[in-house]
């Protein structure tokens, strides 16, 4: 089984920046994809980003450039660099695995407000 720990939420203003972290552990050998999810206040959860165990990287529409996935060698962890937020940005926050078998595995969720 795999444990995902995230980190790195909080309290901005608009326009600026953070980076949210999630950290793996556990069975690790059969991971296909990480990436993030959100869900802002009364919507669905929703996919912000991905990238795969071999590097590719797909983006939501909403991004729009603004944030960048990536992931270090070992599939162990993997960063969402936010930038210039918006208030839309607002939500819960959650790091996901998608095994070979295609099984998905959620941490805990962060929350990243943004005010104006």
């Known amino acids: 089984q795999v444990q995902l720990v995230e980190s790195g939420g909080g309290l901005v203003q608009a326009g600026s920046s953070l980076t949210l972290s999630c950290v793996a552990s556990?069975?690790?050998?059969?991971?296909?994809?990480m990436g993030w999810y959100r869900q802002p206040p009364g919507k669905q959860r929703e996919l912000v980003a991905s990238?795969?165990?071999?590097?590719?990287?797909k983006y939501a529409d909403f991004v729009k450039n603004r944030f960048t996935i990536s992931k270090d060698n070992g599939n162990r962890a993997w960063n969402l660099q936010m930038n210039t937020l918006e208030l839309g940005d607002t939500g819960v926050y959650y790091c996901?695995?998608?095994?070979?078998?295609?099984?998905?595995?959620w941490g805990q969720g962060t929350q990243v407000t943004v005010s104006s």
């Open positions: 990238i795969t165990a071999a590097g590719y990287t």
């Open positions: 996901n695995t998608v095994s070979l078998g295609g099984r998905r595995t």
């Open positions: 556990g069975s690790l050998f059969n991971i296909n994809t």
